[in-house]
């Protein structure tokens, strides 16, 4: 007999989280601003008191997490006083874990990038890659003349499946013996910083609300175009994670019912039919690359997608034809998102963005226009990310800048 799960019981809030999630709407506001807000126009935005504006301001400025930044005004009456992030006044480390290679940023308060580095991801046990990341983030700090005391913590952005509770990876293709690692817990006592650890795609939609801009700003799925194709998901500006931290995976998703079988059972899903490594393998049999077989690694899958791209952008018919055919697909899939999630956006981006972005943003956006069952209703932009390469372990360092400083309903919460 199947078990009858019960509703998880709501709880409540309490004055002290209140204020906390009011601290947060605060600098959210502030954040998103350009050029800065004044006490006036923060109380006009976020709904809240003068008093309530003046009394988290004032704590902002005394964690040295927002500045004074000069009067503006020319009308009649007392000159505002501006309000903007302070860069210095936080900053934390990103660590991207790919097959092929690690990436390490730190970022200060506003999202820029204070220092960063790669390193190949070393082959062999998960305790020596371990060891490499945290005594890369150890020489990072170091050369970066960041006070350490102001960094309040740890990102990785690493490929799915991951267990959000554990803090563990679970067999993520092409990362052989990552089977449950812990990395949060051997990463937080490798390094002393609190550790936060999240799939790649999830990590890069953080990216974008952080450092994207007007791209990163309501609700949107992140298409994170690597090794594997999966999406991020935000809506009204949180990002959705799911039950446990999984959301976005696609590759299921059925683009070609007479495509080529795929390990669930079916045929023609994004997993069998879109992603780089069969786009190579599809080259090759079409004689476009020379044969290389089926098996490639993460690196080497990358140099062969970008002689692919090489051969497209010199003119070849056969080469142009594969990637059109991987936009087309592609499309269908992000189709069936929009429409399931009612989003008003799809970014685009990744490490194999920057060679598909051609042939993708001539062909995507009409599809999915096509495609769109709230056509009528609304549009849905189709544009590419623009936080560059470096979108995974940006997107880690965000995750900790999110975690501590982004407007959650979380806050509100009573702890259980």
Known sequence: MTE????????????????????????????????????????????????TISNISRRLLDQQLIVEA?????GP?????ILRLNPSGMYAVGVHLDPAVMTFVILDLVGDVVLHSRMATPSGDPADVITSIADQIQVLIADSGVDASKIAGLGVAAPGPIDLDEGSVVEPPLLTRWNRVRIREALTEATGLETLVDKDVTSAAVAETWVGGASGAGSFVFMYMGTGIGCGIVLNDEVVRGTSGNAGEIG????DPDGPPCDCGLRGCVKSSCIPQVLVAEAEAAGVLDGHGNDADGPEVQERYAMLCDKADAGDPKAIAI?????????????????????????FGGPFWGRMSRYFLDRVPAQIAANSAAGMIHGIDVVGSGVG????AIGAACLVLEHTLAPRAQRLLLEG
Request: hydrophobic share 35%; charged share 25%; net charge positive.
């Open 389 to 392: 390469e470096d979108v995974g």
């Open 252 to 255: 299921h998703i059925i683009v």
């Open 77 to 81: 009456g007392k000159p505002r006083t």
């Open 323 to 347: 990637l059109d055919k991987s936009a087309t697909l592609v499309a269908r899939a992000v189709s069936v998102v929009t429409n399931t999630l009612d989003v008003e956006r799809v970014v």
């Open 70 to 74: 000069g009067k503006e005004g020319t």
């Open 4 to 51: 009858i799960r019960q509703p998880t019981p709501r709880r409540g809030t309490n004055l002290p989280r209140m204020g906390d999630f009011n601290l947060t709407v605060i600098l959210e506001a502030i954040r998103r601003s350009s050029g800065g807000l004044s006490r006036v126009e923060l109380a006009q935005f976020v709904g809240l008191s003068p008093q």
